[in-house]
């Protein structure tokens, strides 16, 4: 019956028949939509982390919950490895698809479900746009509070998967605090509940556990989210620095002082002068650093707090602090920030992304050592982040056509989260592990703790068919990545090394 | 090497050799704390479910964390069940102790380890009191969120066990919400680190599925809190109504016009009637329900949700609406509330704490049907609840020494968890299942679902020794509980049946 995947490693999977998996998954789902030619295979190969690459044995794109879960029992049968993809604008290669593996697409599960507006959730289907939902409770004054940069096209089932953040995140929490139900098929094709509409659920918490996971325990097939009621009012401040260290420091000030804004983001010099090329959003190209700082709620409240934090950025050195006047320049000033990405993307051949989070306290020594890096590596870095919950985002811009800039890239991008690591935070802030991270998941973790991952990877996928080789790396991996405790030259339990 | 424990089912463990294990213990762990003689176990018999006793077989109070992982490998080796205990005032027997096994009680680890007041947080090992954290941060303008009613008394170990809510979730969230860290130590003794102090962790949420696991995966040793500012200013409102009805729907009003209280809180005449009688809050007497509305945050903006807040509670049809005049009184009505539990106890010779969840619109409905129950079975019920999230706390007023009452009052308690979970609620808000609701898990969730869980269970205790008998029934118990799919007379993986 399989068509012998069980001896496959990361990235290694044995030689299997197209043309027969093909054959027989027709047969077995006859109405399903299977994509099997080279060039309508070509727009699936990557996700938004486009450095990383794979052609797709095949493409299916279900239309009904029967036909996942019929491509679930199929792939659980025949032992075919599955990659689940909504829509693919994740940016650490979680949807990279595999070139023996079944390229599963949620993007035709796109409808919203219900809303209601009294209990303030919405049942959704998991190809619903993240900005579809705000734009359809709007109706209600209603709306989805987690808005990543790519709200306008990243889907909910994603979002759940990757546990997807934002520039609200610091105040609303992220997709898992927004959240109160997810409906999933595990490998075998199985449905099961997780969660409820209450407040909490009996036994253990499954939800929390599925979301972030990265399409390693089962495909998402529905999703009640929360929904809140739209601010009163909002109000953005941009502040300019001299120094970095200045507007690092002032974040932590702000938020000791127990006020909790909306947004609170950071952009050094080289990213303003980006972004301010790229959209003209009023930024101060002179400032080595600028804060964006975000607060909304009830007017009264509101306008009390924008007086607390100017007063506060003023004493903290900022050379200058403007309020947005009116909301077309709140949205301009937002929308500087949003477009730093593709901004920094005009002024470098490439750039790559880093997503790394610190304790805040963190923030200037973390930043003075990126310099130093950029200096020893002779690569320049833009720094874009949100600041508020110490989420760093440093651009590493190189020109992949000239030899070797692209290591060096990666070599930084290495040294800065294992920085990230060592100051106590983590290697990723709100992009997932994905392909990309695998490597320094063996930094964040010893053998121990990787081992009770393979261990809640096995509760829900013994033959390891979802999603193989992303977010959680095998312990041969990260014994040949260096960073892994060997005992006595072996490595502890290698029956658990299945992924 | 074992004491011959494998054959076990719920609390029918074989026989074991008391006086062997105690000798064994010792010289295994010389300077151990161990308790064994009767006079000394029966403070421990039960913890604040006091209708489930039991005598422990052993009990031991270790002061380093070296002596707790000392008792787990004994406990591995010697496949010794091991519960865990906090301070013990839990309210679903989760710390019930079992008469072959081994009391762990965590009170001597009470220091508080640090506070970083610019970070937000504090660093607390788990017999830390839950007020203590407060107390500790007050210095810094800041506080620990959740606050159980047993806050003065209960620690933070088995908040994190319970995932302990409060008064005060509705707005600030449960415990799970508002930790970031977890210490923990395997069945094995290992340690592991859960989380980070960063805002998301890569990797599965190893911190989420641990709070609330009722001790059944490992034991707690540290935890990282978040700490908050302490709100400007709170004000507490309170409204009579001349029916229960009008109350409920005032709740859905209230929170559907986009307003989250710091608490919302209900009552009917006869919790109004007992809390009066005991505490003088001021209670209205004469009122078939109350609501408590407390609004926290900057000043200006307060002032403006409580107009808000007393309009709608006069347009739905409040008799009186008072808001506390200063601090005493806020105090006052919240002593009311926070003794009801003592109160009802005062007018009743016993009385069975039911604790549900339901979706705030369903609050008239179950109202009803409660009163309905309350006739038929011809005991009082007292209602006393979180109402803003739902969270029903009915009291069964009984006499254990008037033969049937007692079973009558558990009847009655079964079919109020029913009927949450047919409303779509769950058997559980905030006290756990532990003991007491492990039958309800079976209504709760299916076969397949609780598979997961014992699959969850199986990856961190393969040999069920960490608080057998709580929290995930057996699929055996289920089926004799009567609420489980059986397939062809055949429960599904019977090899799963090891709880």
């Given at each position: ?13 044995p030689?299997?028949?197209?043309q ?16 099997h030619?080279p060039?309508a ?6 996700d938004?982390l486009?450095?990383?690459?794979s052609?797709p ?11 996942v ?5 199929f792939a659980s049968?025949?032992g075919?490895p599955?990659?689940?993809?909504g829509a693919?604008t ?10 023996k ?6 993007s035709r ?6 809303i209601?507006?009294d209990a303030?959730i ?5 190809g619903v746009r ?5 734009e359809?409770?709007?109706a209600y004054?209603l709306?989805?509070?987690p ?10 089932g994603?979002?759940?998967?990757e546990?997807?953040?934002g520039?609200?995140?610091l ?14 098929l595990?490998?075998?094709?199985e449905q099961?509940?997780?969660?409820s509409e209450a407040?909490?659920?009996?036994g253990?918490d ?9 399409g ?6 529905e999703v ?5 009621s739209?601010?009163q009012?909002?109000k953005?401040?941009l ?6 260290e200045k507007a690092?420091s002032?974040?932590?000030r702000?938020i ?5 804004p909306?947004?609170?983001?950071m952009m ?6 980006a972004?301010?090329d790229?959209?003209q ?5 002179d ?5 964006l ?7 009264l ?7 607390r934090?100017?007063?506060m ?6 050379v ?5 006047q ?8 937002w ?5 730093a990405?593709p901004a920094?993307g005009?002024i ?6 880093m997503?790394?989070t610190i ?5 200037p020594?973390?930043?003075t ?6 200096n ?14 110490g ?6 811009l190189f020109?992949?056509?000239t ?6 890239a990666?070599q ?8 990230c ?5 983590t ?11 695998i ?11 990787l ?5 809640l990877?096995?509760?829900?996928d013994?033959?390891t068919l979802?999603n193989?080789g992303k ?8 014994a ?15 029956e658990?090394?299945?992924?």
């Open positions: 019956m399989s068509y012998l995947y069980d001896e496959r490693v990361d990235g290694a999977l030689d299997v028949d197209k027969r998996v093909l054959n027989d998954l027709r047969s077995a789902i006859p109405d399903l939509k299977v994509l030619e060039e295979l070509r727009p699936f190969e990557c938004g486009s450095a990383y690459r052609t044995m095949l493409v299916v794109l279900p239309d009904t919950i029967e036909q879960a019929g491509v679930l029992r049968q025949h075919v599955i990659v689940t993809r693919g994740g940016l650490s290669g979680g949807a990279m698809p595999l070139e593996g079944i390229l599963l697409v949620m599960f796109n409808r919203i479900l219900s209601d507006p303030g919405a049942r959704v289907q998991p993240n900005l579809a939902i705000s359809a409770a709007a004054g709306y989805y509070a808005d990543p940069s790519s709200q306008i096209a990243c889907s909910i994603g979002n759940v998967a546990n997807a953040g520039v609200h995140c105040k609303y929490g992220l997709t898992l605090h927004n959240i109160l139900q997810v409906t999933i595990t490998v075998d094709g099961l509940v997780l969660g407040f909490d659920s009996p253990f499954m939800v929390a556990l599925f979301t972030g996971s990265e390693l325990l089962g495909v998402i097939t009640t989210v929360r929904l809140l739209k601010p009012c909002a953005v401040l502040a300019s620095f001299d120094s970095v690092g002032t974040v932590a702000i000791g002082a127990g006020i909790i909306a947004g609170l983001e050094d010099n080289l990213s303003i002068r972004a301010e790229f959209i959003a009023g930024y101060p190209v400032a080595q650093a600028m804060l700082c975000e607060l909304d709620g009830a007017e409240d509101v306008a009390e707090d924008v007086a934090v100017e007063q950025l003023r004493e903290s050195g900022a200058e602090v403007r309020v947005a009116n909301e077309a320049e709140r949205q301009r000033f929308a500087g920030r949003k477009n990405f920094v005009r470098s051949p490439d750039y790559y992304c997503d790394g304790p805040r306290r963190a923030l020594k973390v930043l050592r990126i310099a130093e890096l950029s020893t590596y002779g690569l320049r870095v833009a720094n874009v982040f949100h600041a508020g919950d989420n760093l985002h440093p651009l590493i020109d992949a056509n030899p070797g800039e692209m290591d060096r990666e930084i991008g290495a040294k800065i989260l294992e920085l690591v060592e100051v106590g935070g290697i990723t802030g709100e992009h997932g592990v994905g392909r990309e991270k490597n320094q998941m063996c930094a964040q973790f010893n053998s121990e703790e081992q009770f991952f393979h261990r990877k096995a509760a829900f013994p033959h979802l193989p977010n959680v790396p095998t312990l041969n991996r990260c040949e990545f260096g960073s892994m405790h060997i005992h006595a030259g072996q490595l502890p339990h290698p658990l090394e299945r992924f």
